[in-house]
């Protein structure tokens, strides 16, 4: 009982970076956005909330920040996307490495240093939780809902009902960027409460995973992140007690993935994608 | 009128030829690091060093490039002796082939290689080795520990990391002949959400200590949120848990880079004479240094603990805390008489691995597959005779 529990405890610290990250890449793409850039977001939001808490300001400014700096590149994405219309998905890749480039080069200073305050790690499991929940009312119970997925789904019926697409699509990119920003706040104020380059190890791709594996839906992402979470944790928590090699316990959580894609793949439930997810929309064209 | 003019054409020229030689004698020297810079762990101590060196040798020029992958430093070596790198330093593991293999392609550069074994005329080898610290670590972490179960965080299973952790499971069972260290392994240098991962699992494993050997302070950070005594990993960490870092190792690369750099520019060390340069540079040399933070070897929140836990070392009785000490002065000093790998020390399988009465070679020491009883977990390519 006591291991499942430390097993669960585990899955939701660990997994309440991926949660709020991959519930703002599902506003995002439920908008029709592609953003890959969520790695690059998280470090940057990571940096602004140490930053930020360093020069003695409180928490709550911290992660004001760091949801600014997610919000800022988000909105850079957005403006390449829609504006120029490049291609998002290598848009996305570009914003990642620009984003770990530039929270890289500024955040030199700040590496090597404790905060004095730092964050608990409860209150943001709990609010990516309820938000999850919030999102999901939202999305299937709401006229605001509606009109998202309306605009992802199909954005010219929605630009003749006289929905503003654009607009909808950078408040769904920039949601996404804010969430991604906090997710970085969560590592460098709570989880591990210091500034080092490359922190974010990764954990943005794995939230782009959990969107597609958890079919683009608020609740699904707060199982899958757990699910996640408890597969990371026992990679280290079997260590020693079965005769697996320890390279192939890494790998575990990412194979079991793959699995479970393709059993829903063979099963053909993969139809949740939004229908123009990552193409961009000019009135007039098709 | 001519001939004056003449020599004093000669004398400029040789002027000139002896001030630029001035210029090149201490040559351009360059590292290339495995990690960032900010690792707070290993990059950070070598380019600290970097810096120190930089100023005790006069016109020395220094260049580096952080977080090069393992794979790749073939490439930056290549750039960095174009640019005019004569003595080029690469600071890990897992770099050595390459650079052996770069010291054949670059026979006028001088190489010198951290933690591994291969040499050649123009490369060299060196490490400041923390295995004496270990295991004062040890004992200190048995004496604070009700069960004597002990934790530690591994990157990789090479023989640095089996010679650290075996010397900590043995200064635990001088301490506590019951003492176990459970192993983790991260499978990385740095990984912060490993690291805390791993920790999380040996705490709830039952581990009442901490120790580690890879480059983040996420092991100290993750103890101090859970109020166990750690022992913090090569830079000072105990900013990041004053309540809990009780000690760790402190590293001076520094003492191994300048005395090289001189004997460079002296002219000593050249691209013939490196085959048998193996620096193995430890307390004795001032290398290393016991403690969380320099001039620090205990934090003294942990004194009164250590001092109150007994132990009979050759018939006396003493405490932990007065042992410690005492080790760390012999093994600092110019002659020591105390070695942690003096035998007879048999492996967890029960095979002698070193006979009673020797001390384990340095050869021993950096090929080491086994480990000391007591080592909990997965221990990959162990020798089973």
């Known amino acids: 009982m006591d291991e499942i529990l430390n097993a669960l405890t585990r899955a939701a610290s660990f997994g309440t970076p991926l949660l709020l990250a991959s519930l703002g890449a599902i506003v995002c793409e439920r908008s029709g956005v592609v953003n890959l850039g969520i790695e690059g977001m998280m470090a940057l939001g990571a940096l602004a909330g140490f930053a930020v808490a360093y020069s003695g300001s409180s928490l709550w400014f911290a992660v004001l920040a760091a949801a600014l700096a997610g919000v800022a590149a988000a909105l850079l994405h957005a403006l390449v996307t829609m504006t120029f219309r490049a291609n998002q998905f290598i848009a996305g890749l570009a914003l990642t490495m620009l984003g770990l480039g530039v929270a890289g080069l500024l955040g030199k200073p700040y590496e090597g240093f404790p905060l004095s305050d730092t964050a608990l790690e409860w209150p943001f499991t709990l609010g990516a939780g309820l938000l999850a929940i919030a999102l999901y009312g939202v999305f299937f119970y709401t006229r605001a809902g509606l009109l998202l997925r309306s605009v992802g789904e199909n954005p010219a019926a929605a630009d003749v009902l006289g929905m503003n697409v654009a607009l909808v699509r950078v408040l769904a990119t920039a949601f996404g960027g804010a969430l991604a920003g906090i997710a970085g706040a969560f590592l460098s104020l709570a989880y591990r409460p210091s500034w080092t380059d490359g922190m974010t190890v990764g954990l943005g791709w794995v939230a782009v995973a959990l969107v597609i594996f958890t079919g683009w839906h608020p609740l699904k992402a707060v199982l899958g992140s757990l699910f996640f979470g408890v597969l990371y944790y026992l990679q280290f928590r079997l260590q020693g007690s079965v005769a697996v090699p320890t390279e192939v316990l890494a790998a575990l959580p990412y194979i079991l993935v793959i699995v479970v894609l393709a059993v829903i793949g063979a099963r053909g439930q993969q139809g949740n994608a939004p229908e123009s997810l990552g193409r961009p929309y000019r009135r007039g064209e098709r | ?385």
């Open chain 2, 1 to 385: 009128m001519k001939n004056v003019l003449m020599l004093a054409a000669v004398a400029g020229l040789v002027g000139v030829g002896l001030h630029s030689s001035a210029q090149t004698s201490v040559p351009k020297s360059c590292f290339v690091y495995v990690g960032p810079v900010g690792d707070i762990g290993w990059t950070f101590a070598h380019n600290e060093a970097r810096l120190l060196t930089e100023k005790a040798i006069p016109g020395l020029e220094t260049k580096f490039v952080e977080s090069v992958p393992e794979a790749q430093a073939m490439p930056t070596i290549d750039k960095l002796v174009g640019d005019g790198c004569k003595v080029v330093f690469t600071t890990s593991f897992g770099f050595m082939d390459q650079t052996l293999e770069a010291a054949k392609k670059y026979p006028d550069v001088i190489f010198a290689h951290t933690s591994g074994y291969k040499r050649a005329p123009n490369m060299a080898t060196y490490m400041a080795d923390f295995y004496q610290i270990y295991y004062l670590n040890g004992m200190m972490a048995a004496a604070l520990s009700k069960t004597g179960k002990l934790g530690y965080v591994g990157a990789f299973p090479i023989p640095e990391l089996k010679r650290h952790i075996s010397a900590f499971a043995l200064g635990a069972r001088a301490v506590n002949p019951k003492a176990t260290v459970n192993v983790k392994w991260i499978n990385a240098w740095f990984d912060p959400v490993k690291a805390r991962e791993a920790a999380e699992s040996l705490i709830s494993e039952g581990a009442e200590a901490l120790a580690f050997t890879e480059d983040t302070a996420t092991v100290v950070q993750t103890a101090a949120k859970k109020n166990i005594p750690v022992f913090s990993h090569y830079n000072s960490m105990y900013k990041f848990g004053p309540d809990v870092v009780v000690s760790g190792q402190l590293v001076h690369w520094e003492k191994i880079y300048i005395d090289f750099m001189k004997k460079v520019v002296a002219g000593g060390y050249n691209t013939k004479s490196l085959q048998n340069v193996d620096y193995w540079w430890l307390l004795r040399e001032k290398a290393v240094e016991l403690g969380a933070q320099n001039g620090m070897p205990i934090n003294p929140k942990f004194m009164a603990r250590l001092k109150a836990v007994s132990i009979t070392v050759a018939g006396k009785k003493t405490n932990v805390y007065d042992r410690v000490m005492a080790l760390n002065a012999d093994m600092s000093s110019a002659k020591p008489t105390f070695d942690p790998y003096t035998g007879p020390i048999m492996d967890r399988n029960g095979i002698l691995r070193v006979p009673a009465g020797k001390v384990a070679s340095i050869g021993d020491l950096n090929s080491m597959g086994w480990v000391a009883p007591g080592v909990l977990g997965e221990i990959a390519d162990e020798p089973a005779k």
